[in-house]
């Protein structure tokens, strides 16, 4: 991991070079429910929105939004590259933001995951979080998709 350089992702940087390899692996990662380059640039010129990016020899291999909300901080996404998982990355993306809201006082992390991204679950548990509870999504694109509610706490 000594390797590794996590980068501020801030809207400054919404034109940064990194954004194209960040907008490739979205789209390998999540086909046709991938953000766009024009949402990344909207949800990190949102209110307390800040975004990390993972940088191995130049190249990006993972990333993570994060807002800070009234008392819990929501991660609304870590993403690491297939061909880069299971080598701790995503475990370093989700520390940083712990360090990070240690300084904004937040009482802990929150995040939401599809019913069905088992793996996905499964990370965020190794991270300490715990489920508590399904709700379903009843607009937007994702309408009528379960999604577990998980929660980390301070
Ligand atoms: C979830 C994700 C970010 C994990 O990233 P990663 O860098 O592979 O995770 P780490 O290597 O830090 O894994 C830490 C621990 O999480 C657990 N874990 C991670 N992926 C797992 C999997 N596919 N199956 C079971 N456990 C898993 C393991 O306990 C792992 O420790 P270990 O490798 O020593 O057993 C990555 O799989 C990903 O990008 N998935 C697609 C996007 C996604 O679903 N993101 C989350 C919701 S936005």
Same mark, same amino acid.
């Given at each position: 991991?000594?390797?590794i ?7 400054? /940087?919404?034109?940064?070079? %990194?954004?194209k ?11 046709? %429910?991938?953000m766009?380059a024009?949402?990344?640039? @909207?949800?990190l ?6 975004g990390?990016i993972a940088?191995? *020899? ?14 819990f901080?929501w ?7 297939t /061909?880069?998982?299971?080598e ?19 009482d802990?992390l ?8 088992l793996?996905a ?7 300490g ?5 399904t709700?379903?999504n009843?607009h937007?694109? @994702?309408a009528?998709?379960?999604m577990?509610?998980?929660k980390?706490? *301070?």
């Amino acid at each position: 991991m000594d390797n590794i350089q996590i980068k501020w992702w801030v809207v400054a /940087d919404a034109e940064c070079a %990194h954004l194209k390899d960040i907008v490739e692996i979205e789209d390998e990662v999540f086909g046709e %429910h991938a953000m766009s380059a024009k949402d990344f640039k @909207d949800v990190l010129a949102g209110f307390a929105t800040y975004g990390l990016i993972a940088i191995r *020899n130049g190249n990006v291999v993972g990333y993570c939004l994060y807002q800070q909300g009234a008392n819990f901080t929501w991660v609304l996404n870590v993403v690491v590259p297939t /061909d880069c998982r299971r080598e701790g990355i995503g475990e370093l993306l989700i520390n940083r933001v712990k360090q990070k809201m240690q300084t904004l006082k937040s009482d802990g992390l929150e995040c939401l995951v599809h019913e069905r991204w088992l793996p996905a679950q499964l990370f965020f548990r190794s991270q300490g979080f715990v489920s508590s509870g399904t709700l379903e999504n009843s607009h937007g694109e @994702d309408a009528g998709i379960r999604m577990v509610f998980m929660k980390e706490w *301070n």
